[in-house]
């Protein structure tokens, strides 16, 4: 299930193991995050470090194809949208880099270990707020910090994931001190970051996934039967604070409003959902094409555009991911996307609910934030992005963690009849630092 380190190496009488998988990885990941302020070098090395990852075991990314391809029918769809796309190169060129980024998140996901893979996340996030910190810049309003990133969003959602890793591991009695006292710091720096990128949507977003995560650290400490009553109790809490949330909408919607400065329509979303529901009830079962709505020249993206007074015409979306994904592939493809997204949510519960782990609490904090967003923004799936990867992770992550208990449970003789996604003499790597 992991990869193969190289030969150890000799320095100082100290032997380094290197993961050529671990190290492709997290090149990936830091290139990614460094693709608005480097630019094309970044995206380069993006797809240099993510594709050599794929191809260098080819029999391995078959398997993975086989094993996964009820996740991979998803960019499969996106793609295949090309068949009636009112912009057909676009939706052909998108879905193909939508599928490189699924086999990419896949290989990462099905050869690393749940922890490296929160750890590479934790260290790319760290260098990426560091950078931010001393070669950062305040946006042209002066209302946010932009640190290296090219908008407000784009810096928040990372920042708000480095305080989502360093929350798992400082918690994790079982990670090492230097581990906990790194993420410690890079929570401080997360979290002062994000409050300076002034993103109301990623604070609460954030606070919410911190909140629903704690009480599993919590449970630690107690029986299985008190953890019961813990994730009860829980449940319930939320279920109240729902029902308080939908009873009080217009005092919470006043309070938003006048914390965010945002206007009665939230920055006119109502108008765009209205647009969106119009355009979905058109082509209701199949879109209009995968990333062919927002084009220069589509009559509806024209008007919005002139509406609202964008002048470059993009960076614009209709601000709830499902609404947004229902116009571009229909509700044939929103239905796949949100069994993915609330799959993994409730797996990923499940497993940190029986192991409260750093690498278990964190997937399930992820897709806890992932679906408050995808109530206001667009969280998924998109070629060659960061939380795209991290959401397929995720997935990949929660489905082999099922697997392996099923595995578990099945008499030795036939346990060992199942073979491994990788070459099973290959030993398992170490945890890089």
């Known amino acids: 299930m992991t990869a193969a380190p190289l030969r150890p190496h000799r320095h100082d009488g100290m032997i380094i193991d290197v993961c050529p998988t671990t190290v492709l990885a997290f090149l990936t990941i830091l290139c990614l995050l460094l693709v608005q302020w ?13 594709c050599l990852l794929v191809v260098r075991r080819p029999q391995t990314t ?9 996740i991979f029918a998803i960019a ?9 796309s009112q912009y057909a190169s676009l939706s052909l060129r998108y879905g193909i880099q939508l599928c490189v980024t699924f086999a990419i998140a896949v290989a990462i996901a099905s050869r690393l270990s749940p922890i490296v893979f929160l750890r590479i996340l934790f260290s790319a996030h760290l ?3 560091v950078l931010s910190l001393v070669f950062g810049k305040v946006r042209a309003d002066g209302l946010g910090w932009l640190g290296i990133f090219g908008s407000k969003n784009a810096f928040s959602l990372p920042m708000s994931t480095l305080m989502l890793c360093a929350f798992a591991i400082m918690l994790d009695r079982n990670q090492s001190r230097m581990w906990r006292l790194l993420a410690a710091g890079g929570f401080l720096i997360g979290t002062f970051l994000l409050i300076q990128a002034q993103s109301a949507g990623q604070l609460l977003a954030t606070g919410a996934a911190l909140a629903f995560a704690l009480p599993f650290f919590l449970g630690r400490w107690l029986s299985f039967a008190q953890r019961i009553l813990l994730a009860g109790f829980t449940v319930g809490l939320g279920i109240v604070v729902a029902i308080l949330l939908v009873a009080m909408q217009e005092e919470v919607m006043a309070l938003i409003l006048e914390t965010t400065g945002k206007d009665a329509t939230l920055t006119g979303r109502t108008e765009l959902w209205a647009l969106a529901f119009r355009e979905i009830a058109q082509q209701p079962f199949l879109g209009v094409g995968y ?10 993206a024209e008007a919005m555009w002139k509406e609202f007074g964008i002048s470059g015409k993009r960076g614009f979306h209709f601000h709830n991911t499902f609404i947004s994904n229902a116009v571009e ?6 239905a796949m996307q949100a069994v993915a997204i609330f799959g993994a949510l409730a797996l990923a519960t499940i497993w ?30 998109l070629q060659f992005d960061l939380a795209t990867l991290m959401l397929v992770a995720a997935l990949v992550y929660v489905l082999r963690n099922q ?20 070459d099973a003499a290959d030993p398992s790597p170490p945890h890089p630092v």
Not at 38 to 50: E, V
């Open 329 to 334: 592939i229909g509700i044939i493809g929103v």
């Open 127 to 129: 260098i990426a707020a």
């Open 76 to 84: 499969a769809w996106c793609l295949f949208t090309v068949l009636w």
């Open 352 to 381: 940190a609910f029986k192991e409260p782990r750093a690498e278990s609490i964190f997937l399930t904090a992820l897709m806890m934030r992932s679906t408050v967003l995808s109530m206001s923004e667009v969280v998924g799936y």
């Open 403 to 422: 697997r392996e208990r099923r595995q578990q449970r099945m008499p030795l003789r036939q346990r060992g009849a199942v073979r491994p996604v990788n």
């Open 62 to 70: 078959l398997m993975e194809l086989r094993r996964y391809w009820m």
């Open 38 to 50: 480097i630019g094309s070098m970044a995206a380069a090395g993006f797809l240099a470090s993510g």
């Open 291 to 300: 990333q062919a709505y927002w084009v220069p020249g589509n009559p509806g």
